[in-house]
């Protein structure tokens, strides 16, 4: 292993990338314990929250704050200790450093300035999320956190409902149903999902159903604790006109309104709400 010894001027220190626990502690590597007790500074987004994972430990070493509102000014002063011989080890509050969280800025500033970067694997909310879905997995696309609105949200909506991988994206537990009812919206009601919450933790769970089903949950309650969304990718379960005619006609006959076959046509079968009002009030004549 390459070991996080105080270097000297010739040898520079290592940038060591370290994944904590998203949950459970039991989730720490040995190799990350390792390096966070060898590095001569630990880095972290929350130095009080990393300072009780490392006091867990018996882990001694220094840490000190790393995160977006201080990397622009901290960086320089970081690269000059790799470069004198320290070693560095960046946490974030959970799971692995660059995930949604801090750490780019400091890595390529790394590289630019030729000093070694070690990843530590381990935990990650969105792997976790992903293993443990049951969407076919050869290929996937992570989003990270949506745009809360306006027009880069619209396009990467888009891009989800056009996506031949699997997706993946972090949510706030309060979104789920928004986000959910804005894929449904655009077309993507009857692709499998999931929703993966609380990993590793007492209450994990992963719910699954369709984009239109879940949409319908969540509209009831929003769920609790931490959350990955992901969509199965689109050429599953695509429905054609015909079949989206067909079956309008079997619930038109069953005695459905056509309020109610719209509603079906976009939720289990994934219509746009548009092509589902047009073929449940054409099924009415
Ligand atoms: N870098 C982290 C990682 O690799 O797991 C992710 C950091 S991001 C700021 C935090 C988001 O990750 C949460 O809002 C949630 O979407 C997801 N997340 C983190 N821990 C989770 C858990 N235990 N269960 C489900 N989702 C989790």
């Known amino acids: 292993m390459r070991a996080a010894k105080a270097g000297t001027e010739d040898t520079p220190g290592t940038l060591f990338l370290v994944s904590t626990p998203i949950g459970?502690?039991?989730?720490?590597?040995?190799?990350?314990?390792?390096?966070?007790?060898?590095?001569?500074?630990?880095?972290?987004?929350?130095?009080r929250h990393s300072r009780r994972l490392l006091d867990h430990y018996g882990i001694r070493t220094p840490v000190s704050s790393y995160h977006e509102h201080n990397e622009a000014k901290e960086t320089p002063r970081l690269i000059s200790r790799l470069r004198?011989?320290?070693?560095?080890?960046?946490?974030?509050?959970?799971?692995?450093?660059?995930?949604?969280?801090?750490?780019?800025?400091?890595?390529a500033a790394a590289l630019e300035a030729n000093l070694p970067i070690v990843p530590i694997p381990g935990p990650?909310?969105?792997?976790?999320?992903?293993?443990?879905?049951?969407?076919?997995?050869?290929?996937?696309?992570?989003?990270g956190f949506l745009p809360r609105k306006g027009r880069e949200r619209a396009e990467i909506i888009a891009?989800?409902?056009?996506?031949?991988?699997?997706?993946?994206?972090?949510?706030?537990?309060?979104?789920?149903?928004?986000?959910?009812?804005?894929?449904?919206?655009?077309?993507?009601?009857?692709?499998?999902a999931v929703v993966a919450r609380e990993l590793t933790k007492q209450f994990e769970e992963f719910r699954r159903g369709t984009v239109g089903e879940l949409a319908s949950v969540y509209s009831k309650g929003d769920?609790?604790?931490?959350?990955?969304?992901?969509?199965?990718?689109?050429?599953?379960?695509?429905?054609?006109k015909s079949?989206?005619?067909?079956?309008?006609?079997?619930?038109?006959?069953?005695?459905?309104?056509?309020?109610?076959?719209?509603?079906?046509?976009?939720?289990?079968?994934?219509?746009?709400?548009?092509a589902a009002?047009?073929?449940?009030?054409?099924?009415?004549?």
């Open 277 to 285: 009002y047009r073929i449940a009030h054409h099924s009415e004549t």
């Open 223 to 240: 769920p609790k604790g931490e959350v990955v969304l992901m969509i199965g990718r689109a050429d599953e379960r695509e429905v054609s």
């Open 124 to 143: 990650s909310a969105v792997m976790a999320a992903l293993v443990g879905s049951g969407l076919p997995l050869d290929r996937f696309t992570f989003f």
């Open 159 to 192: 891009e989800i409902v056009d996506s031949s991988a699997t997706v993946a994206l972090f949510e706030a537990a309060n979104r789920v149903a928004a986000t959910l009812e804005a894929l449904v919206e655009a077309g993507a009601g009857a692709r499998h």
């Open 84 to 107: 004198a011989g320290d070693s560095i080890a960046l946490v974030s509050d959970a799971g692995t450093p660059l995930i949604s969280d801090p750490g780019s800025r400091l890595v």
């Open 24 to 47: 459970n502690l039991g989730d720490m590597s040995h190799r990350a314990v390792e390096v966070l007790s060898s590095a001569a500074l630990v880095i972290a987004e929350d130095t």
């Open 243 to 274: 079949d989206l005619e067909s079956e309008a006609a079997k619930l038109r006959a069953s005695g459905k309104s056509p309020r109610e076959v719209m509603d079906h046509l976009v939720s289990t079968l994934g219509a746009s709400r548009n």
